[in-house]
């Protein structure tokens, strides 16, 4: 991939912007809080939400990103919160053409035109970061390309210093949970999706963990057409999800079963999560017949990678649970990086993970959450932790359960929405039958070399 140029920099003037617009809207709602604090007012937390997400929703850009990352993550902002910020939209005003052209002449030089047989002038999406233009290749072959918006490297900076108002909110209400872990989980994984070039490499990774897995499609990267702002994949062609929610049962099994092993088996044989599984992120293709026969994997910005210590933890915790074996709960834990594990605190924990493994641990055929819609899957749950570690905390979350957490959660919600009905246990037993740590470090370490993507400290 050629070389970007140097106007993208981390400048202190665009910077310097970004902090007055979004300063001036987040410092306003501050001050709103403040100033309930100080005459004592009470019961102002759903009109301040509300304020806050007004504020945020109309500044589009890496800070609404960064306060729909924290609306999914349990427990990190009060429920009032997180169900306003919950609605942000992810669209952003896209660029206009002439902007485009001038973006893409920086990235593929001044006759870039000539590299496409056709380019559409209207992104067929736009979101926070950047937007996707449908094109052609000279042979014909349809491709996306996903354009960076520009000065995001410092809207980014920026928007992560307000990062610290978000989370300063929550601590006003109380302090059982410690986020510090998380803040500088979501800033490493914020940078990592403005590398279009390490994208790249998760889009490579994935193909090969994949390879075998016929029901998931992962797009071929076109790197004389790609840039660290400019990233160029096949266009796949496919349905959104929820056009398929009155399918079949059979059908919506289908595209469940592709689901899971689009998630499980990337992370229990190699250690790497998708952390960004919402319904954008992924579209049906269908069968000569026309019948639902997998899914297209659409974004690679959201990748996390675990050592397999970490893998070993999540399966020691299953396994505990599922044969009462207390000992191996509290080592996975441990394993984890939780500190001064009282039997209270194991207790507290044991709410959430029972709530994760759930279905996983049901030897049945079922839905992921009987009777339970989408917006709240994991909000009573996460309500009875919170309570308990209250009285137990302050307890510092692990950095890698951020996005862990948050995929679990993403992902039960795509379940929900579908209602398909399957042995969740037993698809998870397919997956870790074989579970070695040593398999999966060596696994990872060849997947990720091979993808040019540096293997995870152990």
Known sequence: MPPTDDQEKNRFSARARRYAKVGT?????AARIAGQRLIGAQGGREGNAMALAAALGGLKGPIMKVAQLLATIPDALPPEYA?????????????GWTFVKRRMSAELGSDWQSKFADFEHQPAAAASLGQVHRA??????????????PDMQSAVEADLQQLKFLFALRSRFDTAIDTSEIAVEISARLREELDYVREARHVALYADMLEDARAVRVPKVWPELSTGRLLTLDWLEGTKLLAHKND????????????????????????????????????????????????NLL?????RIFPASFVGGVVDLFRGLLN???ARVVHAYETW??????????????????????PLL???????????????????????????LKELGPVTVPREFVFMDRAAIGLGAVFLHLAAELNFHRLFMKTIDDFDRENVAARQSAALTRAGLSPSAD
Request: proline fraction near 7%; charged fraction near 25%; glycine fraction near 12%.
């Open 337 to 358: 990086g939780f500190k001064r594990l009282t039997r209270p605190l194991i207790e507290a924990l044991n709410i959430w993970a029972r709530f994760i493994y759930g």
């Open 136 to 149: 052609r290749a000279l042979d014909g072959s349809a491709l996306a390309c996903k354009l960076q918006y």
């Open 83 to 95: 169900g306003e910020l919950m609605k942000l939209q992810s669209q952003a005003p896209p660029m």
């Open 248 to 295: 079949p049962l059979p059908d919506r099994n289908r595209i469940g079963e592709a689901m899971f092993a689009a998630w499980w088996l990337p992370f229990s044989r190699f250690g790497v999560i998708h952390g960004d599984p919402h319904l954008g992120n992924y579209t049906i293709f269908a069968d000569a017949k026309g019948k639902p026969a997998g899914i």
């Open 324 to 326: 009462g074996d207390d």
């Open 25 to 29: 809207r987040v410092g306003g709602v």
């Open 299 to 303: 974004d690679y910005g959201c990748i």
């Open 362 to 388: 049901d030897d049945r055929v079922r839905t992921i959450a009987d009777g339970v819609k989408p917006s709240e899957y994991g909000r009573k749950e996460a309500f009875r932790v919170h309570r308990a």
